[in-house]
Each structure stands twice: as C-alpha cells, then as structure tokens.
C-alpha cells in the first residue's frame, strides 16, 4: 500500500526516536535571532549555538539532549540558496519546503549516520538499493583539504551499496562551510534514480548525479562537521564532532509514492487540483497550464508561511522576498490562467488544514494569513493588467526591455525586477539591469535627500529611540497582535 506523505514524516520522526533522538519543533521561517538570515535555509539554523561550540546540548522537556531530529520548514529564494527560478519549471525544487533532519551534538558521528540513512531507506522503506548513488567528498588540494577516506570506507562497510555507486565529488557539492571561518566538514549525499530499467541500461546513473536531471534526484544530505576553519584558512580539528543532516520531504513523497514529479504525490496533490478547478483547467494537460499551477501551488504555500511567521508583504528586507513571490504567482494567474479576481488568498485554507498538525501556526492565524493575501492581491491587481500591456508593447520589435521601461514597471506598475527578468525571458529578451540599477539608485539618492531635509526639519525621530535598531528589523513582526478581522 501506498504511505501518505504524513505517514511518511512521522516515520521519519519514529525511526530516530526510537535511536533516542529528541523530536524537536520547526523554527519558524524568519528567523527570530539570526540577522544575517533572511529566511531559514536548513534545518541546522536553530542549532547553530551549538556548532559554534556555544552551547553544547538541546534542552527539551527538563533534559539535556545530545540528538535531535525534526522537520524544518525551509525558504531558499535569498542568499545562498536561491531556488527560485527553476520553482514550477523543474519538479523537485521548492521555494518553501520541509527539510527532515537528524543530529548529533558530539554524539555519534560517520558510521551511524549512514548506516541509520541506509537502513531508513532500504529497509523500512524498500527503495531498491541498486538504484542509490551515495556521494562521498574527494578532496581538494588547492585548499588543503583530505579526501573523506572515512565515509568511503564506511559506505562499504556497513551498506549493501555497490562500490561502484560510490562517487567523488568536489568542494561544490560535498564540503559545508557555515562561513569564512567556523565550522565545516565533508558531507556525504544520497540521490536516487528514478528511470526506467530500460534506460538505465543505456545510460548509468553515475553520469547523471549532480547533472540537474530530475530523473537523478539528490534526496539527502549527510554532513558531518569535524573541522573549525581558522582565520589564516587553516583547519583544525573539532573537539566535539557532529552530524547533520538534511532530506527534501516533497522529494521522498514522491520517492515513496512512486512519482517523478514532487507536484504528483498527496503534498501537491489536493492543492494542484484546487488550484486547476479554480482556473477552470486540467493539470496534466499542457505544459505551459502546468507550470503555472506549479507555481501558483508552490508559492502560496511560501507566501502562507511566511506571512503566519512574521513576513508581510512590504518593499524590503523579508517582506519583499514574499511580495515578489506572491506577485511572480499572481502574473502566472493572470496572464497563463486568465484569473482576473483575487484568487491566492482561497488557497490558504486547505494548507492550513493539511499542516494543522505538523506546522499548526498557520491554522492559528489563517483569517489574518487570508486578509493579508487578498489585500496584496487586491493591491497588485491594480496594476498588473495595465503594468501587461505596457511590457507587451515595449516587448516588440526589440531584443532588450530598456531600463526606463524595467523602471516604470517596478516604479508604477510594482512589478519586481525579477518578474520583468522572467517575462522577459518568456520571449527572449534580455533586461537592461544596469539601467535599471542607476534609475534605482538616482531614486534612492532622491529619498535620501528629502529624508536628511526632514531630518533636519522635525525634531522628533523615532528611530533614535528604538533600541536594537538593526537593518532587518523593520521586518520584525508586530502583525497579528494588534490585528482582527472586520466580518
Ligand atoms: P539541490 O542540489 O537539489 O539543489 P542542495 O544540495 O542544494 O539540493 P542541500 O543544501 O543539501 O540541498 O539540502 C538538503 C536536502 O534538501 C537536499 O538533499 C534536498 O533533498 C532538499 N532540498 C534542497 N533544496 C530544495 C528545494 N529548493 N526544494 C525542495 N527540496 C530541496
Ligand atoms: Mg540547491
Ligand atoms: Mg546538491
Ligand atoms: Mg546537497
């Protein structure tokens, strides 16, 4: 029988229980003390204190643990990691997602967490081991670092993997640095190929990890954080080792439930087909239908959450992130689904219902969550017809949108650069960016101007009273406190 995807999560959660691993709380997706992040990227952010040596155990429930496990809500569309444009085109990346992960804090270190990833899969879950590639670090000389020795031997030892599915990858794919300096160590990955007999005949696997072929798809990563960086670049070793690892959920849903594509299993399902009636469509059909229903699906999710933990829509910092997003899903609607009323915001109940037991702030909130959908909406459908029009005309007989026009769009019709960026492609085109930037950067130079005038002018300034005053913290929420819904 085919396991639901929440069946699949507590699976998860029971494996490494039942190994003494502290079932933990997501974090919500802004960060609550991390100003250098704008959005949670992996499940090991709330853990940092601890890989930072700052703190050596979590303490939950009046004990002290030295392993944990959990599933994170992820955002990757900032920083580092920024997934954004493949979202809905590729069927695996999200911008929002759930990111299972175990550790350990100076507990138990290579041999476990592989064996214990092996035998989840294999065993429990009866993927076929043949079809497993496991990804070990190679080294790097230029920088001084070993190949891992350690992991290759041990994916021999205590797994039924071919040897020949154990492959060596770079600083790229198989090294973790938190910084410049700090914590850092080797990972070891596991992908998984989804192809038939027939072609995998043709073609091995092997060649197709690490190549951006959905059909060879990274599931987990295992990383294990045995270095401290030093600032003259030198490596030292930790005292205390530990594991972390990370497994795209939406990814081994559709593993599990034998689908190619992370939008066909029950996480996207019920939403895709919400989302289809809705548009008055078929999903399935068409493949320019279907990615914006991917999309539209995928970023209403992200926007959900990230207003419930804290990110509204405004013009920087997180809130923007989710603006854009919100806004890149609404194009979508309108001009490849002809949705010309507010729509996103009749979504947000049917995901606050399905994560009610897992990720339960969204239930909590959901009536502020849906007014402050549909009033973005509202506002951007102002002008985004009229914003349409004006990229179609300036579209013809051209080969680059002029920065004037990049402008206008973002000025007048709020349209992010980004969203210009994508329609632009759509055709094509190319964006004059540097154009852009100096008419940004010419009207900034206004604001500022005006604002030191004002400055000068009124004597009160607010912002001279706020203690702990930082660059992100216009985007500390404030929201649901003061706020109630007009029936
Ligand atoms: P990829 O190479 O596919 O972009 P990654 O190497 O960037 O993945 P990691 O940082 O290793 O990802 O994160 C751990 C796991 O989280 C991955 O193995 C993958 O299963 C999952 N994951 C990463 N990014 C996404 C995403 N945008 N959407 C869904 N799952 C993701
Ligand atoms: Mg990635
Ligand atoms: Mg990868
Ligand atoms: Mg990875």
């Known amino acids: 029988s085919i396991k639901t995807a929440a069946q699949i999560r507590q699976e998860f959660l029971d494996f490494f229980a039942a190994k003494a691993h502290a079932i933990t709380p997501s974090a919500p997706v802004v960060p609550q003390d991390d100003p250098t992040l704008l959005f949670t990227n992996a499940g090991m952010n709330q853990f940092k204190p601890i890989f930072l040596g700052e703190q050596q155990t979590y303490a939950q429930d009046g004990r002290q643990w030295s392993r944990a496990a959990n599933s ?10 920024n997934d954004l444009e493949e979202v809905g085109i590729d069927t695996y990346h999200h ?32 993927l076929d081991p043949d079809r497993l590639y496991a990804t070990v670090f190679g080294g790097d000389e230029k920088d001084g670092l070993p190949v891992d020795d350690e992991a290759i031997e041990l994916w021999k030892k205590v797994t039924s993997i071919k040897p020949e599915n154990i492959l060596r990858f770079g600083k790229k794919d198989n090294f973790w640095e938190m910084g410049d300096t700090g914590p850092c160590g080797p990972c070891s990955e596991i992908h998984v190929d989804l192809r038939s007999d027939e072609e995998r005949a043709k073609v091995s696997g092997a060649e197709l990890v690490n190549a951006d072929d959905p059909r060879v798809m990274e599931i987990w990563n295992l990383v294990f954080i045995q270095f401290n960086r030093q600032p003259d670049g030198s490596l030292q070793k930790l005292p205390a080792q530990h594991v972390d690892t990370g497994m795209g959920f939406e990814r081994i849903c559709a593993v599990l439930q034998g689908k190619t594509s992370n939008y066909d299993s029950d996480v996207f399902q019920p939403l895709i087909q919400e989302i289809a009636a809705l548009a008055s469509k078929t999903y399935g059909k068409d493949e320019k239908t279907d990615i914006a229903i991917r999309v539209i699906a995928d970023h209403i999710r992200a926007v959900s959450f990230g207003v419930a933990d804290g990110a509204s829509p405004s013009n920087d910092g997180r809130g923007y992130v989710i603006r854009r997003i919100l806004r890149r899903a609404m194009r979508y ?12 915001h009749r979504l947000v109940p049917g995901i606050g219902k399905v994560f009610e037991e897992v990720f339960p702030e ?12 549909k009033a973005e909406e509202e506002s951007f ?12 005309q300036v579209a013809q007989d051209t080969k680059e949108i002029a920065g004037e026009h990049a402008f206008k769009l973002h000025d007048t019709y709020g349209f992010p650069i980004d969203l210009t960026r994508l329609m632009a492609r759509e055709r094509g085109l190319t964006v004059d960016e540097a154009g852009f930037d100096r008419l940004m950067q010419e009207q900034k130079e206004r604001a500022r101007s ?13 912002w001279n009273f706020m203690p702990g005053h930082t660059e992100l913290s216009e985007t500390k929420f404030t929201g649901y406190d003061n706020f109630s819904v007009k029936a």
């Open 72 to 81: 994170q809500k992820c955002i990757r569309v900032s920083g580092k990691h």
């Open 95 to 126: 911008t929002l997602f759930e990111m299972l992960g175990n550790w350990s804090f100076g507990d138990y270190f290579k041999e476990e967490a592989i064996a214990w990833a092996w035998e989840l899969l294999v065993k429990e879950w009866g």
């Open 333 to 344: 609607g309108w001009d490849v689904l002809g949705l010309r009323e507010p729509f996103m």
């Open 362 to 373: 969204l239930q909590a909130q959901l009536a502020y969550v849906i007014s402050v959908v």
């Open 381 to 392: 459908l102002r002008t985004l017809g009229q914003g349409i029009s004006l990229f179609e």
């Open 450 to 462: 005006a604002g030191r005038f004002q400055a000068v002018t009124s004597d009160a300034q607010p």
